[in-house]
């Protein structure tokens, strides 16, 4: 076993799981701070996560909130963290029976992996680095030593490309800090569904019959929620509504074949606006 957690809490986790410290598993506290700096409501533990499930060992994250709380805060990250099957929650304080809960819940292998939530995260923070490298820009054409470091930077976005390259994409992505058809070519499991019109109704509510479809095709599989709208704002809705799957934008996922879509539109609409390949298509 080893434990990530803050000096005190992890003495005291090591004392109460000495009994199976044995056993080759990772638990992290989610509210700790990895530097001085870090502030208990940004679970930095997340990060550690997400770095360690990697491997495939368990993993049990101890928070005092709950999911639907973490995922306000950091839903791109926590969706990422809780779509690798080795990955469970159990809510602080916790007793070493419930560690154990977990551990075997995370054997048994229930839960489906989910790589568009990881896909997704790598997403973000690739629109974040496109975001400082446009920043930085006008500073390194100014400096050559600075250059070298922006080229390594943007190399590691746009591959290994010559400086005007790198430039010019870097200046085409900046409006959008986004690299156009990332997903294309690429296959998930997703049950994506539509928000508006689809699973909210045109004055903003549940569509109840459609979220039971929603999950009844998912059968424990990866849902997605996507639209062509504004992605912050459904977002919050949803949240009030109750629903806290992840959710993206529909431009993200040009290119990309999903498993079952769910939407309003007929499907040649569909096709014809984003241009997203599925496998089952239901309109509602």
């Known amino acids: 076993m080893k434990i990530f957690a803050d000096q005190k809490i ?14 080759n598993f990772y638990v992290v506290q989610l509210e700790q701070k990895l530097t001085p700096y870090d502030n208990l409501q940004d679970v930095a533990g997340l990060s550690i996560v997400l770095e360690i499930a990697k ?3 368990p993993v049990v994250m101890l928070g005092w909130q709950t999911a639907e709380m973490y ?28 560690l154990m809960s977990a551990i075997e819940e995370v054997a048994v292998g229930s839960r489906q992996p989910d790589p568009l939530a990881i896909a997704l995260l790598t997403a973000k923070q690739t629109q974040d680095t496109i975001g400082v490298l446009n920043h930085d820009l006008s500073s390194a054409r100014r ?3 600075r250059m070298v470091q922006w080229e390594e930077k943007a190399r590691g976005v746009f591959g290994d490309q010559p400086q005007a390259e790198l430039i010019s994409l870097v200046e085409s992505a900046k409006s959008t800090r986004e690299i156009k058809s990332q997903f294309a070519g690429q296959k998930f499991p997703d049950v994506c569904v539509d928000v508006e019109g689809t699973l ?55 290119g990309a074949t999903v498993r079952v879509v769910i939407d309003d539109q007929p499907e040649a609409t569909f096709k014809s606006d984003y241009g997203i390949g599925h496998e089952e298509y239901i309109q509602v």
């Open 71 to 98: 995922i306000d805060r950091k839903g791109q990250e926590w969706h990422a963290a809780m779509a690798y099957p080795n990955v469970m929650l159990r809510r602080l304080p916790a007793l070493p029976e419930d």
């Open 55 to 57: 491997e495939g060992l």
């Open 200 to 254: 909210l109704t045109s004055d903003g509510q549940l569509r109840p019959e459609v979220l039971a479809l929603v999950k009844e095709k998912a059968d424990g599989g990866p849902i997605t929620i996507w639209t062509g709208g504004d992605v912050h704002a459904l977002s919050k809705q949803l949240h009030k509504a109750g629903v806290f799957y992840k959710i993206t934008s529909k431009s993200t996922m040009k």
């Open 10 to 23: 992890g003495e005291l986790l090591a004392t109460l799981f000495s009994q199976i410290g044995d056993q």
């Open 143 to 145: 400096d050559t030593d």
